[in-house]
């Protein structure tokens, strides 16, 4: 039986667990905090239809959003626990037409994606309380919500069905290399052993994890979003719209218990996760263009989170570490961690267990 500790209670930390585990292996999960702590328990869940695109990163999200389907019974399955997984559609909000809209149909319809332009007698049905000036929407069926919350709470029900231990809140973690493998912190060490593999999926915390190693192979920087929940009758679908002149795109996500979700921003600011007052403001200036009614007494949560963000072309960190033969990466998935991590995890195991290639863009060396 092959050890393997994994730092980081995320997504892509807990899939990667789950998966090996399935495999036969012996797991222990290490989160310095609590299991989806991170930017993991701060995404608002929306799965986005697929867009046809050769490249590996476009790939990864394609077979990540076509596996919750499958992945969202066999958690319920396992564990009782419904990850408020629903395929709802979406529709993106437009003031007009493009010059060929036939041109953009034909563009989803290769993607596998059914598509239709509709006016705003279809955009008000949809969306109850609409007041926007968008005079048309593109509708897609191949879009997907999934609750984050109760996601992380099946993983981790999963996980600990399987075996897998599971130590949260061990603080911070820093591995050192000795004899060309990496190696953590005791009590750590002697408790795992040196001939234990290591994942590192600590999300934007990745950098501090392995700063002893070489911190300029992993180029990864925290963006923090912000996201509401208003107490207004949620769309039908997921609302994709974009504020005239500014060019910041947000979304609004049906939620059960008549609720709405708006998300979100983006924000470079260094390590900080709380909420401001700032991010409030813009979050509800944008939800007015769609949601007159929209005032800060409906609110009633809002939240943020640190997305850890790959500072180069291709995505995300996915592979084994130059030159340390135990150590695996995989973080940098920016915005797309929760639809990406069943990928992540897949392509990040079939390589540690079958020897498997990993896309070049990928790798610490790429990009």
Known sequence: ?????????????????????????????????????????????????????????????????????????????????????????????????????????????????????????????????????????????????????????????????????????????????????????????????????VVVAAGCWTPAVVEPLGLERVALEPVRGQAIELELAPPACVVHFSLAGSGNAYYLVPKPGGRTWVGSTVEEAGYDESTTPHGLAELLVAARTILPAATEDLVSRQWAGLRPKAMRLGGPFIGRWPGVENLWIAAGNFKTGIIQAPATARILCDAMTGGCEIDQSFSLLGG
């Open 1 to 197: 039986m092959k050890d393997v500790a994994i730092l980081g209670g995320g997504v892509v930390g807990l899939f990667t667990a789950r998966r090996l585990a399935l495999e036969g292996w012996r797991v222990t999960l290490l989160e310095a905090r609590r299991v989806g702590g991170g930017a993991s328990g701060s995404a608002v869940g929306v799965l986005q239809a697929p867009r046809l695109s050769q490249s590996a990163f476009s790939r990864l999200s394609r077979e990540g959003g076509d596996s919750y389907g499958t992945i969202a019974a066999e958690l319920f399955e396992e564990t009782g626990i419904d990850t408020g997984y629903q395929p709802c559609g979406c529709i993106y909000l437009r003031h007009e037409l493009p010059s060929d809209p036939d041109r953009e149909l034909a563009f989803w319809k290769n993607s596998g994606v059914e598509a239709s332009w509709c006016g705003g007698d279809r955009v008000e049905e949809l969306i109850p309380g609409y007041g926007g000036e968008q005079a048309f929407g593109l509708e897609l069926d191949r879009e997907a919500v999934i609750d984050p919350a109760s996601l992380l709470a099946a993983l981790r029900a999963s996980c600990l069905g399987l075996g897998v231990e599971l130590i949260e809140e061990t603080g911070h973690l820093e591995l050192e290399e000795e004899s060309g493998l990496a190696k953590l912190p005791e009590p750590w060490a002697s408790r795992l052993g040196v001939e234990s593999l």
